[in-house]
Nanobody, 115 residues
Framework: QVQVVESGGGLVQPGGSLRLSCAAS????????GSWYRQAPGKQREWVAR???????NYADSVKGRFTISRDNAANMVYLQMDSLKPEDTAVYYC?????????WGQGTQVTVSS
């Protein structure tokens, strides 16, 4: 059974940084593509960033230049480095990983940007 667990969320002041981690585990499991999404209160879940198996990254315009997605293939980990955080970045952040044609979601981690 595949398990996806996010960590690293918390409360940070505007302009601050956080690093989210996504750990995927399962028998003979390896991540193909990894993505981060977020959902703010009262809003729909939105895509934030994606990284392919070859390490090519893409970002939503709202986070481009401030967020960096990366991965550690050996450890089955996907990361999201978030810098220059703004109050509008406040949301629950979710990790989604793809493997063998299937997609798996984590439970989410709360990020709150407030002074």
């Amino acid at each position: 059974q595949v398990q996806v667990v996010e960590s690293g969320g918390g409360l940070v002041q505007p302009g601050g940084s956080l690093r989210l981690s996504c750990a995927a585990s399962g028998s003979s499991f390896s991540i193909n593509a990894g993505s981060w999404y977020r959902q703010a209160p009262g809003k729909q879940r939105e895509w934030v960033a994606r990284i392919t198996s070859g390490g090519i990254a893409n970002y939503a315009d709202s986070v481009k230049g401030r967020f960096t997605i990366s991965r550690d293939n050996a450890a089955n980990m996907v990361y999201l480095q978030m810098d220059s955080l703004k109050p509008e970045d406040t949301a629950v952040y979710y990790c989604k990983v793809a493997s063998s044609g299937r997609q798996y979601w984590g439970q989410g981690t709360q990020v709150t940007v407030s002074s």
